[in-house]
């Protein structure tokens, strides 16, 4: 009778702490639904950015399929190797003249692909459309990182601030609103459904959930190559989060993960989707996109630059698109970001509780940044990662009281909190602002130099024109393509002598060959120029590549490129199908090459603002 009392106090307590719970996750769930809204906001500007850059390309390639061009709506991202005569790509210059005969860039992404066209076949041209389709998708990803989080069990205010974080983030600036960038939004999607698959097959086991998982996981894949990291971390979450009656062992731990009826289905999907990849001939082969196995030592060592310029980029705010901008300041900026990074992971050791959540968020923020070392750091790589950053910030902010060390130590724990705090709430919206601004004005300056050239649209069809120089090499990549889409103009065929600022000599040799000398580094040795090379020596006095209008023979050939190289056209450089352009007074003009035996100089282009490639 005296302990009734007593269980009458442990009901009447639980019968108030859950009002109390429903309560807290209802505050919960309106904040996380206020940072949604306020991270969307955002990026509303991007709704006046217009198509940029490879927006372009896809823009050129739907108009061409209308014409019977034999590209694909859902292989958007597949640019193919470099083209013979007769291909509609030779023709149209798309290729310059330093690419390498087995350069290839080949990527497999039909559901990034699909979802562009289906704006295409719903809005035209009207680009703001193919922004709100964005927006929408990124919202979707919050809502479902929301339900992420709340099913992993973080505790109230680690959801609160890890959603914070995450919604507000300005690093997902380009993934939001660059339309091209689309890939990354959809692999984060799928990545995210897939876990949640996972972790509702352990709470309560049903023949759909192992389906729906393998389903995601194919579906990320084919948003993006970087989807294929769904893999370890399903691995990753199978072990953390076994059966209910398995025991803390490692033999046990690992019995369940052999045993995990979902993990078995992605591993064979896994290999059957890199088997047909490989099969089929995808994949990349180019100086600007290494692969383990064909250049691995440059792979690892952009992966030991990848890793730190993340760490500061999500932890403190330090723009990994600067310090690549700036490669001149990477010798000392990478080792400051590497000590910055091992003492966060150190403060972050000393500080959180390491919960299952905890560290399938440190394992997927690590994993996700492997596949990403195949291309030059930059912040738009890093949505993926800031999933799982998002969380042990939050964790963070929520357990800094409870640093192991002493006062003194302590203080170094709460200083990390406020500046993660600091950049993570207050800095972000204003950064995602300013970064947009920067790109977006970066682009519509590029696409206004572009639609504002001094090409002669009334002379014959084909017109060759030749762009000596470029104030952006970004707006080399794609002079062509947007060209043609601005003014639907199938008749000219754009040709690169380089995609930079170097100064030239020009030189006439005969009526129909002329060379240029580069005044600054070797032709291919500038950024984007190395898309389209592969590490291949080039022969001197060997005809390399031969274009719609004429064939380049490399002169003078040094370790990183092409000093001189002769171009050989199919007629005389005075005749009417031949126009030559470069950059002067703000603006494309066109300039009449030189006379027989001339030899005419270029000065370099200054740059136009900072950062600019």
Same mark, same amino acid.
């Given at each position: ?198 972790? %509702?097959? !352990? +709470? $309560? ?13 194919? *579906? =990320?894949? #084919? /948003? ?24 803390? %062992?490692? !033999? +046990? $731990? ?13 591993? *064979? =999907?896994? #290999? /059957? ?28 060592? $952009? ?311």
């Amino acid at each position: 009778m005296r302990e009734q009392p007593s269980t009458t106090r442990h009901e009447d307590v639980a019968a108030v702490r859950l009002p109390e719970n429903r309560r807290g996750c209802r505050r919960v769930g309106w904040l996380a639904g206020l940072v949604i809204c306020a991270g969307v906001a955002s990026h509303l500007p991007s709704l006046r950015w217009g198509f940029l850059y490879d927006d372009y390309i896809h823009q050129f390639m739907f108009r061409r399929i209308e014409h019977g061009d034999p590209a694909r709506a859902w292989s958007l991202f597949d640019f193919g190797v470099r083209p013979g005569p007769g291909h509609p790509m030779f023709e149209w210059g798309f290729y310059p003249w330093w690419t390498d005969p087995d350069f290839k860039i080949r990527f497999f992404r039909p559901i990034t692909s699909l979802s562009i066209a289906a704006d295409y076949w719903l809005y035209g041209d009207w680009a703001p459309g193919y922004h709100l389709t964005s927006l929408g998708l990124f919202v979707v990803l919050l809502v479902m990182v929301y339900r992420l989080y709340r099913a992993l069990e973080l505790p109230g205010t680690a959801l609160a601030w890890a959603m914070a974080v995450m919604a507000l983030s300005d690093i997902h600036s380009l993934p939001v609103g660059w339309i091209a960038n689309r890939n990354a939004l959809w692999v984060a999607v799928f990545l995210v459904a897939m876990l949640l698959s996972l972790h %509702s097959y !352990r +709470s $309560r086991p049903r023949y759909t959930m192992p389906v729906s998982a393998v389903v995601c996981f194919l *579906l =990320a894949c #084919g /948003a993006k190559e970087s989807g294929i990291i769904g893999l370890p971390v399903a691995v990753l979450h199978e072990w953390l989060y076994p059966p209910a009656m398995t025991s803390r %062992s490692f !033999r +046990s $731990r690992l019995l369940a993960v052999v045993k995990s009826r979902p993990l078995l289905v992605i591993v *064979l =999907a896994a #290999g /059957a989707y890199v088997c047909w990849y490989t099969s089929v001939g995808y994949g990349t082969q180019s100086l600007l996109y290494p692969t383990p196995w064909r250049d691995p030592g440059q792979y690892f060592a $952009r992966l030991a630059v990848i890793v730190p310029l993340a760490g500061v980029s999500l932890f403190v705010g330090v723009s990994a698109d600067i310090t690549t901008a700036l490669r001149d300041s990477m010798p000392w900026v990478l080792p400051v970001a590497a000590i910055v990074s091992a003492a966060i992971f150190w403060v972050l050791a000393r500080t959180i509780r390491w919960t299952p959540a905890a560290l399938l968020a440190l394992g997927l923020a690590v994993v996700s940044l492997i596949p990403e070392a195949g291309a030059d750091p930059s912040d738009r790589l890093f949505l993926n990662t800031s999933i799982g950053t998002s969380i042990l910030i939050g964790l963070l902010l929520h357990d800094v009281g409870r640093w192991k060390g002493g006062l003194a130590e302590g203080r170094t724990a709460l200083a990390l909190a406020v500046v993660v705090a600091f950049r993570g709430i207050l800095l972000p919206v204003p950064g995602t602002l300013l970064r947009g601004y920067f790109f977006s004005s970066m682009g519509g300056l590029d696409r206004g130099a572009i639609a504002a050239a001094d090409i002669d649209r009334d002379r014959p069809e084909p017109r060759h024109v030749l762009v000596l120089n470029s104030p952006s090499s970004l707006l080399s990549t794609t002079q062509s393509a947007t060209w043609a889409v601005i003014y639907e103009d199938t008749g000219t065929r754009i040709h690169l002598a380089q995609m930079g600022r170097r100064g030239l000599q020009w030189h006439r040799q005969d009526d129909r060959r002329m060379t240029l000398t580069s005044l600054g580094t070797p032709f291919s040795d500038q950024r984007f120029e190395r898309l389209f090379c592969t590490g291949r020596p080039v022969e001197p006095g060997v005809i390399h590549h031969r274009t719609g209008a004429f064939a380049a023979i490399p002169l003078v050939v040094e370790p990183t490129g092409v000093r001189r190289v002769l171009l050989e056209f199919d007629r005389s450089l005075d005749d009417d199908m031949y126009q030559f352009i470069l950059w002067q007074d703000g603006r494309f003009v066109r300039t009449r090459p030189p006379r027989i035996g001339e030899t005419r100089e270029i000065p370099e282009i200054p740059s136009p603002f900072l950062l600019v490639p």
